[in-house]
């Protein structure tokens, strides 16, 4: 996906959250007056939306959707590389399946992340914890998956963009199965990075129940 989809899929939630946001408050402007309860009823439902559970919950989302979204280019990227490479040379499959599978570990990371940002969360043991959260420990979440999220997304692209020009140096030096493993893996560095940063600040957590 390229950065101008990305900000058009931004504008578009975005534009649905506005919606949303103004189809509420005008519904709580005609009735406030008229009826207390729907006023309080409306209240409700903008709590509810915008509450600290379901921004931590954003945050699990980003930490695995951005970086599968990113790997999946990737993997995109190297395999119409590959299909060039096979078309013309059969035999190449076995060295060209790692170059491949590399981009493929960013969607792992980001899932690893959004596991242990689950965890931190209570869903699988205490999930009365989930349903407190206030909007500010929500947005901890969110901030704890940037990392991963943005890192992986970007890393996992770039990783396909050099992997796939490691397939093209296969085609023509077959012997070269190692240094061009080895260039595209330096990429995935600062996904592992990012994604030990992302592991920290959920360890570290105040209010979480690990």
């Not at 951005?66 to 119409?80: D, F, T, W």
Request: hydrophobic residues 55%.
């Amino acid at each position: 996906m390229k950065l101008t989809s990305v900000k058009k899929l931004l504008a578009v939630i975005l534009s649905v959250v506005s919606l949303l946001t103004l189809a509420v408050l005008t519904v709580a402007a005609e009735d406030a007056d008229a009826t207390p309860a729907v006023a309080d009823t409306v209240a409700e439902m903008v709590k509810g939306l915008f509450s600290g559970t379901n921004l931590a919950l954003l945050g699990v989302a980003l930490a695995v959707a951005l970086p599968c979204m990113g790997s999946a280019k990737g993997v995109g990227i190297v395999g119409e590389a590959a299909t060039g490479l096979l078309s013309e040379q059969p035999n190449m499959f076995g060295k060209a399946f790692p170059m491949m599978a590399l981009p493929m570990t960013q969607g792992v990371y980001g899932l690893v992340a959004s596991f242990l940002m689950l965890m931190s969360l209570g869903l699988f043991g205490n999930p009365d914890h989930l349903m407190n959260l206030t909007f500010a420990q929500g947005g901890y979440y969110v901030m704890a998956a940037l990392p991963i999220a943005l890192a992986g997304y970007l890393s996992a692209i770039r990783q396909g963009r050099v992997a796939a020009s490691g397939i093209n140096l296969i085609g023509k030096r077959p012997g070269s199965l190692g240094q061009a493993i080895t260039t595209a893996a330096l990429v995935e560095t600062y996904a592992i990075f990012s994604l030990l940063i992302t592991i920290m600040l959920v360890f570290l957590c105040p209010f979480s129940v690990l």
